[in-house]
């Protein structure tokens, strides 16, 4: 589809998914028509002379990013947002324990929520780890999307383990401290609540998803599955964390140096992200230690609409039975 956007008086810069935002601002002066895929989803933004980001005052579409509240948005003609990411409010239909957990290795208690699904709290089910957890129990509702496909009988039961962060680029990003507590501290700490039948997937987005990887890959065995929704896989160690766009992609690196783990991955990705290329190596360096791989790609940014819409697919890897070597890649 061909979007011709026109800049209001006050307008700078004009922002997008296009031009991954921060990096690379586009002067509203040089602004032209532009082509995008008729089935994308697309969020935009203008920049003030003051550098205060807003959203577009000729856009009357509802502000669909939980945390950008500048960021409006288009869709194509053929774009279908996936049926569970259209879940009407209403509470879960099982279970949520709320509990604090007073943890000796970050000194001190993080709070974490259990999500059971309807008469199984005590049973032994696979738990599935989410990082950000308060914005996917929350704003994602994977656990009313769990319910639905339960009751079309798609998936198994599972406990969703959800741990929100408190500082989450400085928990997220490399920090072996974080990562143990997750592992020594959260994991038994979750099946002295609700019993696990030795079944584990580690589930993130963004920096998320590279934790829940590495968290996976610490220590073999321990989970059978990744799922990461836009990974920033293209992040590492000796980068400043406040510039996205750097990194030499430490965790790829690393996979293909180590033995392999026994892992299936299922990644998602935007094709108008920056960290699509990434991915993209991070899904080559798998396949070639010959493990079970496969990257679904949505036209679409970094955003949680993108990542609503992968709820279901990433779901039927986790919990369904699907091969995980399908996909689009």
């Not at 992200?273 to 010959?290: D, M, P, R, T, V």
């Amino acid at each position: 589809m061909l979007v011709n956007l026109t800049p209001p008086s006050w307008a700078i810069h004009f922002l997008s998914d296009r031009t991954d935002w921060n990096k690379n601002p586009l002067p509203v002066d040089k602004m032209q028509p532009f082509e995008l895929p008729d089935d994308v989803y697309f969020e935009y933004a203008y920049m003030d002379a003051e550098g205060n980001k807003r959203p577009d005052p000729n856009n009357d579409r509802p502000i669909l990013n939980p945390w950008w509240e500048f960021a409006s948005n288009l869709s194509g003609p053929e774009y279908r947002p996936d049926p569970l990411s259209q879940i009407p409010t209403r509470s879960p239909q099982g279970s949520v324990q709320r509990l604090n957990l007073k943890s000796g290795i970050l000194g001190q208690t993080r709070r974490v929520l259990i999500y059971s699904p309807a008469g199984m709290a005590q049973k032994a089910l696979p738990h599935i780890l989410f990082q950000d957890g308060k914005a996917y129990f929350g704003w994602g509702k994977v656990c009313q999307a769990l319910d639905q496909m339960l009751g079309q009988k798609k998936v198994s039961p599972a406990h969703l383990i959800f741990v929100p962060p408190n500082n989450r680029t400085e928990e997220y990003a490399f920090n072996l401290e974080y990562e143990q507590f997750l592992l020594d501290e959260l994991l038994p700490f979750a099946e002295s609540r609700v019993p696990n039948n030795g079944v584990r997937i580690a589930w993130g987005a963004s920096l998320g998803g590279l934790l829940s990887a590495r968290v996976a890959w610490s220590k073999p065995g321990v989970f059978q599955k990744v799922v990461s929704q836009s990974g920033a896989f293209l992040f590492s160690e000796d980068m400043i964390l406040s510039n996205p766009f750097a990194g030499n992609e430490s965790f790829t690196h690393q996979v293909m140096i180590d033995q392999p783990r026994p892992l299936s991955w299922h990644l998602q990705c935007g094709n108008l992200e920056w960290l699509l290329e990434s991915n993209l190596n991070l899904l080559a360096a798998l396949k070639k230690q010959g493990m079970s791989a496969r990257l679904i790609r949505k036209n679409a940014g970094h955003n949680w609409i993108n990542w609503r819409n992968g709820l279901t697919e990433g779901l039927l890897f986790a919990l369904g039975g699907a091969p995980a070597g399908n996909g689009n890649n």
